[in-house]
């Protein structure tokens, strides 16, 4: 089992995907799990699938996996190779589960060498590959440990070893933290990102937490009731979200309906209420003027003022609202304020307890901010 270096995923990201799925859709019945949804993944690549339960997510998984077959699709391929009718355990790839899956009567060591004994390598090097993968996984010499004896953040390592010690082309992590408690998941999360730097190989990463595909993607498929809505590096979806749903979901917690006034470039001007404000166009194809859109602007942009004018009495390029202090909620490293203001509730988040004004006249944030999008807030069903 060897670790690849950077030049080698460099390299590999300049060839042909490792991963293609063309076309796929699956039913259960009447509901539609996946409506004809392609995908492609590089060499290397950390990409994750997000979305909510019901999205499709895990079923575009199992899917590649050859855990589920299609209800149609056109191909799936694996490092070069089409594996549209191949069985699971002859596709190049690997799958860690949400629930570990590890053998109760097996010592660490056995489990990791399961997938090796299967193969018929000899036991001399079936051990001594287990153990390296241990040592990759920060479990040296824990052998010949028992699977009960061990936390679960060392059974997900376990889980983790006996998967990469088959060097598979792609590992496919199915909410592989989503057992763990927050602070162990938050720490699994670093230990991920580190192992697929050392790894080189491509990891398909499945998840509900907006948070762990932040963290650790180098892109982030958004799914949702079986198709893809967004895709792109985690600050596209962060800071340009293609549409209403998208901002929602990736946590914008003020999102302010309008009409939209002007677009030039990449700059566009929206109507609320009796305010004109500034935003960047997120939205994909451009709407008509007078179209119904959505201006998104985190709550940690949104900073507070004792004054109703900039400094030097200017606001080019900011968005400035009179407001007055509604509720206060204090959430540790932070503080949480709900401002009133004549477009509605707008939300301020404060890191900085100096930045937060007892004798407040405005709030403002800058245009390059926040985004103007389409208001979609949901696929219909």
């Not at 399961?114 to 052998?143: F, I």
């Not at 590096?233 to 914008?252: C, H, K, S």
């Not at 990449?266 to 709407?287: F, H, N």
């Not at 926040?370 to 219909?380: L, M, R, S």
Request: include cysteine; glycine fraction near 10%.
């Amino acid at each position: 089992m060897r670790e690849l270096n950077l030049s080698d995923v460099a390299r590999g990201a300049s060839q042909a995907p490792i991963l293609e799925v063309v076309d796929a859709t699956h039913r259960f019945g009447d509901v539609v799990a996946l409506d004809n949804v392609s995908l492609t993944a590089r060499r290397g690549e950390f990409l994750t699938l997000l979305g909510e339960s019901g999205s499709g997510k895990t079923t575009l998984l199992r899917i590649t996996a050859g855990l589920e077959r299609p209800t149609r699709v056109g191909r799936i391929s694996i490092d070069g190779e089409d594996v549209t009718h191949v069985p699971a355990d002859k596709r190049n790839c690997t799958t860690v589960f949400q629930h570990y899956a590890l053998f109760p009567h097996m010592s660490v060591g056995q489990n990791i060498e399961y997938g090796l004994r299967l193969r018929g390598e000899s036991g001399g090097a079936r051990r001594k590959n287990a153990e390296r993968a241990l040592d990759m996984v920060r479990l040296t010499g824990l052998y010949d440990r028992r699977v009960h004896q061990l936390s679960g953040g060392q059974r997900q390592r376990v889980a983790l070893a006996r998967a990469i010690v088959t060097e598979p082309a792609i590992l496919l992590l199915d909410e592989p933290l989503g057992a763990l408690d927050e602070k162990l998941r938050v720490d699994m999360q670093v230990e991920l990102k580190d192992l697929h730097e050392r790894l080189g190989i491509t990891f398909v990463y499945v998840t509900h937490s907006q948070e762990e595909a932040l963290t650790m993607s180098d892109r982030i498929i958004l799914m949702q009731r079986g198709e893809i809505i967004q895709e792109g590096p985690p600050t596209d979806l962060f800071d340009r979200p293609i549409n209403q749903y998208v901002a929602d979901f990736m946590g914008v917690e003020n999102l302010l309906e309008g009409t939209l006034e002007a677009v030039s470039g990449e700059r566009a001007k929206v109507r609320i209420g009796e305010q004109s404000l500034g935003g960047i166009w997120s939205g994909g194809d451009v709407q008509a003027v007078g179209s119904r859109v959505c201006l998104a602007v985190r709550a940690e942009r949104v900073r507070l003022s004792n004054s109703n004018t900039g400094g030097d009495g200017q606001d080019d390029g900011i968005n400035r609202l009179p407001c007055r202090s509604g509720a206060t909620i204090y959430k540790g490293k932070y503080v949480d304020r709900t401002l009133d203001t004549q477009i509605g509730q707008i939300k301020a988040r404060i890191w900085d307890r100096d930045a937060d004004l007892a004798d407040l006249a405005s709030l403002w944030w800058r245009e390059d901010e926040c985004a103007v999008t389409q208001v979609i807030k949901a696929i219909e069903a």
